[in-house]
């Protein structure tokens, strides 16, 4: 089993920063892909970013140039810097862990059943 804990969310306004930290502990082993996931209120659960454990990353359009992840794979945490937020990235944000996948030509695609670990969540808001 593993445990994914969330930290760092919290109120910004637009153009502010955040960073999101999530620590894994368990059977950590076993994990091959780690990602953030985002849902907004009314919207569907949507990939963000993840990073495999050879550090390709995968980013959702909608993110890249903005936000930063990276690992730690001494501490088995995962770091999310959020950088020129933006209103639309408002959501519950999520860290997600499963298995090493390869698809589509990258690593780690935002698929939410290949992730099978999920952390309980931390609230992002943007204010413009």
């Known amino acids: 089993q593993v445990r994914l804990v969330e930290s760092g969310g919290g109120s910004v306004q637009s153009g502010g920063s955040l960073r999101l930290s999530c620590a894994a502990s368990g059977y950590t082993y076993n994990i091959g892909c780690m990602a953030w996931f985002r849902q907004a209120p009314g919207k569907e659960r949507e990939g963000v970013v993840s990073?495999?454990?050879?550090?390709?990353?995968n980013y959702a359009d909608s993110v890249k140039g903005r936000f930063t992840i990276s690992q730690d794979m001494t501490s088995n945490t995962m770091i999310l810097q959020m950088n020129s937020l933006k209103p639309e990235d408002t959501a519950i944000y999520y860290c997600a862990a499963g298995g090493r996948v390869w698809s589509g030509g990258r690593y780690c695609p935002h698929h939410i059943p290949a992730f099978g670990y999920w952390g309980q969540g931390t609230q992002v808001t943007v204010s413009s």
């Open positions: 990073i495999e454990s050879g550090g390709s990353t």
